[in-house]
């Protein structure tokens, strides 16, 4: 299933991709969050005739596939050729930084500059949405806990994340810089995270070019990594790192710029498209 939500921020509604339309899910459950996220309740979810639910009219602004996200958790050079990139050293664990979910947007809403950013970058990641409770995990188990993936763009200003004293959370949470969805796709229509394609293009220009196949810890070690240090809830999201060809990796680095279009693929996930403004 593509499960979605749509409708203004703040008041989205659940929906369902039916081929290109979109259907209401409302009368059988109230949001698409952690606590519909469980496997008796997606099974329930996909056992409804698509062609029964009602059609959503319009065009409705798509938010946040996933609505009341719990931890917004982001590994850091998980990609060895991004690694390279930004000439840091391939790490012996997988790093962990937080996004504020202040930061959460729609996968076409725009992303709006901080005040005084001159370094604001673009990353397509693979996202992880946890469906079940894992605590302790081994990677053996690790995928039985997903309930489904999405695409995110870490968006993050280079110089709040590495020149202002503390950690990487800094540059990685103005709000609106953590565009997901636009869909969730449950698990059983991603047999194998590990063989995504994925893009992203800027103002046309193809920028990232990549495949997850690359990832240095793969999402079953992300998943086992993390579940022992503290326990993953549903609804958390983990994004999981991305390729290389950001900004900041560019001789000369190259950064967004008010009026800048960025659009984002990866396979059987959908697509983004956010034009970027200036926060007032």
């Known amino acids: ?9 703040g008041a989205e509604k659940p929906g369902l991709m039916d081929g290109e339309t979109l259907r209401d899910l409302s009368g059988h459950v109230d949001d698409i969050t952690g606590a519909t996220l469980d496997d008796a309740t997606l099974a329930r979810l996909a056992a409804i005739d698509p062609a029964s639910l009602p059609k959503v009219a319009g065009s409705p602004r798509i938010g946040p596939c996933v609505g009341n ?20 050293a391939i790490p012996e664990h997988p790093i962990l930084f937080f996004k504020a979910n202040s930061a959460i947007v729609g996968p076409n809403d725009n992303v709006m500059m901080p005040r005084g950013s001159t370094h604001t970058d673009w990353e397509v990641e693979l996202g992880v949405v946890i469906g079940k409770a894992a605590k302790y995990v081994s990677k053996e188990d690790a995928l039985d806990y997903v309930a489904g993936y999405c695409i995110v ?23 609106t810089f953590g565009p997901t969805g636009p869909w969730l796709v449950t698990k059983d229509e991603v047999p194998d995270p590990q063989a995504l394609a994925m893009s992203c293009d800027v103002n046309g220009k193809r920028m990232q070019t990549g495949t997850t196949n690359t990832m240095i810890f793969t999402v079953a ?21 991305t390729p290389p060809g ?13 009026g800048d279009v960025m659009e984002l693929d990866i396979e059987g996930l959908g697509h983004q498209r956010q034009e970027v403004g200036e926060d007032a």
């Open 246 to 258: 950001v900004g900041m990796g560019m001789k000369p680095p190259t950064y967004l710029k008010v």
């Open 1 to 9: 299933m593509k499960l979605v939500r749509y409708g203004k921020t």
């Open 69 to 88: 996200i719990g931890k917004f958790l982001c590994i850091g050079l998980n990609y060895s050729d991004h690694a390279a990139e930004t000439g840091a």
């Open 221 to 241: 070690e992300i998943i086992e990594h993390l579940s022992h240090l503290f326990t993953l809830h549903p609804g958390d999201v983990i994004s999981t790192g």
């Open 153 to 175: 763009n870490d968006v993050s200003e280079r110089h709040f994340q590495t020149q202002l004293t503390g950690q990487w959370t800094k540059g990685k949470s103005p709000d």
